[in-house]
């Protein structure tokens, strides 16, 4: 069987390293993938070292970073890199062309449709079961940067200030972006391949020599009269980066080990699940989910580390002077597995994409924001069954969750040990839910996703929709009201951290 899936294999991207494939038994296109990221992040120190803003013109820069990042989707993709290129080039003619009262309307229905297209027809060519090269990665990050710059522009070249939030008057782009710089910022080989997305005004910030001293600020005695990048000294990534690759390299060995030896398909084996007991069939769930978390966090770790090491992602510094390079952080791990409410659990998980749908969906739907967010969500994540199942079970979820919160933790908050007791239990229910609810999400299909909550009873379903009907008499009116009150109800990934200040950084 394994001889099919790897005969079957098919790839449109460079084959130089096909005898590292065979030799490691790894897809090609993951090994490809792999090379690309680590060849970025030796080009990231060089490009922090030798092609810096205080030495090197942001032309120059933009320039670098646009070759690269084209070279790595071409390798990885082929030709299948035209459709990456395509979707970029054709929502800048929109930005260019476009009225900028409607810009965010035309390029999200042209980024998505175009998105979705794509994902329709790969898994009408490429089967559930087939290994195929799939582009959608940097598309999905493509459709993420380009709507949400057409926002920012809408925002900043069509609407009033009074009429903006904070965040939203903060990022507002003020002027259309030269191709150049909108290539730059969509093709850059930080993180063409991968993500995160990050905000354009932040993106140029590094580019021009202005991130360190936006994000920092002037140290004591600087002349304020001085202009230029090299009024705040760089802090080195290297603390920061060695971390991260630390996480990587553990993370790399967890997956090799723990993934295979707790393959999510066997949730829904016909002999298990006929004859395991429930509970040895919930515990199997929650260890080849955990199982499978490593990989995500390998990825994202290590597109985190070449931002860092490009010297891009400086957050803050705390009142000791310890600067934080977790502004375009994507995943929180302690925050993850330790998250005692699903609010929590998804506030730690893919970060960014949290930010994008709050900058383009949940603080501007006028009703029903958290389903439309998901709904959106769904949308993004490409046209599998599973995914739907997925963002669908999490709405009674999320609002089972909010009403628990708000009705009953109150009750627990009189002693540290009642504290405690309802910490530990909300902390295990937080994750058999996600357990529950993320299934379908690596099952993909219809049926494999009925067979698995048929064998779990639908009992989450059940439950989370009895207790948000039993709590619903706790809710405030609306769902933009509750999700703007002050007990920590608005579901937090959909929040974005401000920038903070000197003296007080505000991590992840």
Known sequence: MEELAVSSFKTTGSKWLLPVSDFVGFPLDQVNFLACQVFALCAAFCFRLYLGPRDTSPLLRHAVAILFGLS???FCFGWYAVHITLLVMVCYWILVIADTRNIH????????SYLTACQVSRVFIYSYGILSTDFSGPLMIITQKTTMLAF???????????????????????????????????????????????????????????????RLGKPPGTNAGRSGPDEVPEPSPMAAVTRKLVICVVCMVLFLTLTKAFPITYNVDSRFVSEAPFLTRLSYAFFSIQAARPKFYFAWTLADAINNAAGYGVKGADETGRVSWDLISNLNIWGIET???????????????GVWLKTVCYDRAPRYRTALTFVLSALWHGVYPGYYFTFITAIPITMAARGVRRNLRPHFLSS?????????????????????TVMPFLLLAVEPTIDYYRSMYFHVHIISILTAIALSRGRQHGD???????????????????PPSNNNLKGN
């Open 152 to 214: 920012q522009v809408h925002d900043g070249m069509s609407k009033k200030s009074e009429d903006l939030t904070a965040d939203q008057k903060r990022l507002s782009v003020t002027s259309k972006p030269s191709l150049i710089e909108y290539l730059s910022y969509n093709l850059n080989f930080l993180s063409v391949l991968v993500g995160p997305c990050s905000h354009y005004n932040d993106y140029i910030d590094f580019i021009e020599g202005r991130h360190v001293q936006r």
């Open 480 to 498: 933009g009201a509750s999700c703007s009150s002050s007990n920590g109800t608005r579901p937090p990934s959909l929040q974005e951290h401000p």
């Open 72 to 74: 790595f989707i071409t």
């Open 416 to 436: 540290h040990l009642m504290k405690l007791g309802y910490d530990v239990l909300t902390w295990a229910a937080t994750q058999l839910c996600v357990c529950y």
């Open 105 to 112: 309307r035309y390029t999200m229905t042209v980024a998505i």
């Open 339 to 353: 998250a005692t409410s699903f609010k929590k659990f998804i506030d730690n998980w893919n970060i960014q994409t």
